[in-house]
């Protein structure tokens, strides 16, 4: 008996009758109804998540960002209905809630009130999360509420992208006006540190200027310190010259119309002679050197009076740009402060010196315009003295050649008088000729010496005047000085200060990236969405049911094995009798139902490939895999019935419930327990399942001849321990071989 002729026999056993013909093409259409309706049912089942139902409700009230009126919860719950990725209808919290409970709606999306409020409060001091809420119930279905889990993700993921999209234009506009702002304040800076170098040049020039006007009113004032003290002695000299000669002129003219009793009073005209000499010898040698004294304090009083109105004249722009400083300092401090206080370039200490020399700066200008106010005032004062001394100093030195003359004459006549008196007896007419004449000198010499007293007095009158104004000015000078040096200090610190603020303001412009409109929204899209996940498929299913298949496609062939079997016999006990070749009654037993595994293989990829339409990579090796996965678990089922007879067949199905939880055809192996795991990697379906994946998707021929030598290898196993135990039953029976199975 050979090979053929037992599986000949064997298919004709099970076609023998309608009966057993009805049994077979029942058994044979098992993993075909398995494997395609589970398939079928589970094609494409997120293609149709529009048919589950689920409701929204926005209780959102909306809020108010930059001015404007947003409604969050309104824009999201007319994405979620326009995408159309579930049946969302839109109705009350109650109405959605016993919905939920009574099945209406798979899941329930709901909106709070403050969703709104809470997205625009990232923009406030008191940023909120917002929630969504998501109502399940999982006894609608558990993988109905895993899927609500997600779409309440892609919601959230899409308002978070869109609010931190307008979020992320808010900041990088806001970034562009701050670099446009930090130009302007650079010009500024640039414009405050051009003008602080100019107004320090010119402070040096002024603070030169002010040393040398300070040391020439000193100079002055030193000059004219002693100037009161001799115009009262000269003062005093000239009345008392007026006085003598108005004493001189009553007593000549007294003389005059006295000569009658000449003789009388000779004696009393001889004592006043006497006096008088005495007098005009010391009137002459005051008044000596009074015309030049006279001409070099004219000359000296024209040329103060001179330089005063220079000076009041040169020193008016100055005086006036010192008090506009003055006065524009506090504005200029006002606006510097500012902008240094929050500058954010600036070190805390650059900022607090800064401030420092700005105040220095607004008190020293207050100080320089108190000052120039003084040297104004003490300028005028001593313009109009020194004017005055000069006019009394002219007079001064017009008459004093005539007042000197005059009291020299007098001086010798006082001589003559006094010689003559002694003669004045005898010579009473000439005497009296004489006197006339003196008279009318002595007259004439009162006049003069009454405009010198007068003109003595004012110049005396001014002379402290002055002086005191001298001296004012040299400390007007004094305090101007010391000012502008101030000035220019601070300018200078000023001056620098700037031109750091300027460096550090276009170093933190050039900092921020300058962009256009259309650059700030391509950032913000990145910045508020800036991964994506995008796919590099090395191998992909087409959808969920392909995904599903290379499981399924296993499980079917090993149910379609064990129906088989139910009516199959593993091994022809007739044949062993007879032919008592182990390995041909093993070869055939085995081949009987791998050939019918292989229609079943064949009609279940038809069915999977059209009917389905699932796609697969590469037909021919899944096919062959197919067909090897069948015959592999043919071998071990008749393995197990061969070894342990209806023991066997009953652990055929366990084996097949533990190899479907081991396979990893639905979830990852990894997430299975310890012991499990273990026995993943033990068991032939895992490896059926994992070749018919890379078959299908197109991945690793490597990995799939090793899949499929670990089959070949569980065949051949199976085979070798279908012979060892066929081999001894050609030696010799047991009871046991000779009790009937319970299946047949």
């Not at 009388?264 to 030049?292: F, K, M, V, Y």
């Given at each position: 008996m050979t090979t053929t002729s037992l599986v000949r026999a064997e298919l004709a056993r099970l076609t023998a009758t309608p009966l057993a013909r009805l049994a077979f093409i029942a058994l044979m259409v098992v993993p075909l109804l398995?494997?395609?309706?589970?398939?079928?049912?589970?094609?494409?089942?997120?293609?149709?998540?529009?048919?589950?139902?689920?409701?929204?409700?926005?209780?959102d009230a909306g809020a108010t960002l930059d001015g404007d009126h947003v409604d969050y919860g309104k824009d999201v719950t007319k994405e979620a209905i326009d995408g159309g990725d579930f049946q969302w209808k839109?109705?009350?919290?109650?109405?959605?809630?016993?919905?939920v409970r009574n099945g209406t709606y798979d899941f329930v999306v709901t909106i709070p009130h403050d969703f709104s409020e809470s997205l625009v409060s990232a923009q406030s001091d008191d940023p909120k999360r917002a929630k969504l809420v998501m109502t399940t119930a999982d006894t609608n279905s558990y993988l109905a509420s895993t899927i609500a889990e997600q779409a309440g993700k892609t919601m959230r993921t899409a308002v978070a992208e869109r609010v931190g999209k307008q979020a992320a234009k808010t900041l990088l506009v806001g970034l562009a006006d701050v670099r446009d702002s930090l130009g302007d304040a650079v010009d500024g800076a640039g414009q405050l540190a051009s003008g602080a170098s100019s107004a320090a040049s010119g402070a040096a020039s002024l603070a030169d200027g002010t040393g040398k006007l300070a040391d020439g009113a000193a100079t002055l004032a030193d000059g004219t310190a002693s100037l009161p003290s001799q115009t009262a002695a000269l003062n005093s000299g000239a009345q008392q010259v007026a006085s003598g000669a108005s004493t001189l002129s009553s007593g000549l003219q007294s003389a005059k119309e006295q000569t009658a009793?000449?003789?009388?009073?000779?004696?009393?005209?001889?004592?006043?002679?006497?006096?008088?000499?005495?007098?005009?010898?010391?009137?002459?040698?005051?008044?000596?050197?009074?015309?030049?004294?006279s001409t070099k304090l004219a000359t000296g009083a024209a040329a103060v009076a001179d330089g005063n109105a220079k000076l009041a004249t040169d020193s008016a722009p100055f005086i006036a740009g010192v008090q506009q400083l003055a006065a524009a300092s506090p504005d200029l401090v006002a606006t510097l402060k500012p902008v240094v206080q929050t500058s954010t370039v600036l070190t805390a200490d650059q900022k607090a010196a800064l401030l420092a020399s700005l105040d220095t700066f607004q008190t020293n200008s207050a100080a320089l315009g108190t000052?120039?106010?003084?040297?104004?005032?003490?300028?005028?004062?001593?313009?109009?003295?020194?004017?005055?001394?000069?006019?009394?100093?002219?007079?001064?030195?017009a008459k004093a050649p005539q007042l000197t003359a005059g009291v020299q004459k007098l001086s010798d006549g006082s001589d003559e008088l006094a010689g003559g008196t002694g003669e004045l007896a005898g010579k009473a007419p000439e005497l009296t000729s004489g006197i006339a004449t003196a008279a009318d000198g002595a007259s004439k010499l009162a006049s003069g010496s009454s405009q010198v007293a007068a003109g003595t007095s004012k110049l005396a009158a001014a002379a402290p005047t002055l002086s005191s104004g001298a001296a004012s000015l040299a400390s007007g000078a004094a305090s101007a000085?010391?000012?502008?040096?101030?000035?220019?200090?601070?300018l200078t610190e000023l001056q620098s200060g700037s031109s750091e603020l300027a460096s550090k303001l276009d170093d933190g412009r050039t900092k921020i990236p300058a962009s256009t409109a259309s650059q700030r929204n391509d950032q913000a899209s990145v910045i508020s969405?800036?991964?994506?996940?995008?796919?590099?498929?090395?191998?992909?299913?087409?959808?969920?049911?392909?995904?599903?298949?290379?499981?399924?496609?296993?499980?079917?062939a090993w149910i379609g094995m064990y129906a088989l079997f139910l009516i199959l016999k593993p091994i022809s006990k007739r044949a062993i009798t007879a032919v008592r070749k182990p390995l041909r009654v093993v070869f055939g037993g085995w081949l009987t139902p791998a050939l019918l595994g292989l229609v079943q293989m064949v009609a279940l990829f038809l069915i999977v490939r059209f009917a389905l339409d699932l796609d697969v990579a590469w037909t021919g090796p899944t096919i062959g895999i197919m067909v090897l996965a069948s015959a592999t678990f043919a071998a071990i089922i008749m393995a197990l019935n061969v070894l342990l007879g209806s023991v066997g067949q009953f652990l055929g199905l366990v084996l097949m419930l533990v190899q479907l939880v081991t396979a990893g055809g639905t979830f990852p192996w990894q997430t299975l327990p310890g012991p499990l795991a273990a026995l993943h990697f033990a068991l032939p379906m895992t490896y059926s399942v994992d070749a018919i994946r890379q078959t299908m998707y197109g991945g690793s021929a490597a990995a799939?001849?090793?899949?499929?030598?670990?089959?070949?290898c569980w065949l051949l196993g199976a085979l070798l321990v279908s012979y060892v135990v066929t081999a001894r039953q050609t030696r010799s029976r047991t009871l046991r071989d000779l009790r009937p199975s319970l299946i047949g």
């Open positions: 398995y494997g395609g309706a589970y398939l079928w049912a589970n094609r494409d089942p997120y293609a149709k998540l529009d048919q589950v139902p689920a409701a929204i409700v926005n209780q839109t109705t009350t919290a109650a109405d959605a809630r016993s919905g009793s000449l003789p009388a009073q000779t004696a009393a005209l001889n004592d006043g002679a006497e006096q008088l000499q005495s007098g005009l010898h010391a009137l002459r040698d005051q008044t000596a050197t009074l015309p030049a004294d000052g120039a106010t003084t040297v104004s005032s003490s300028l005028a004062k001593l313009q109009s003295g020194s004017a005055d001394v000069a006019a009394g100093a002219a007079k001064l030195e000085d010391d000012g502008a040096k101030s000035l220019a200090s601070g969405d800036p991964v994506k996940v995008g796919t590099d498929d090395v191998a992909s299913a087409s959808n969920y049911g392909a995904g599903l298949a290379p499981f399924f496609i296993s499980l079917a799939t001849w090793s899949d499929a030598g670990v089959l070949a």
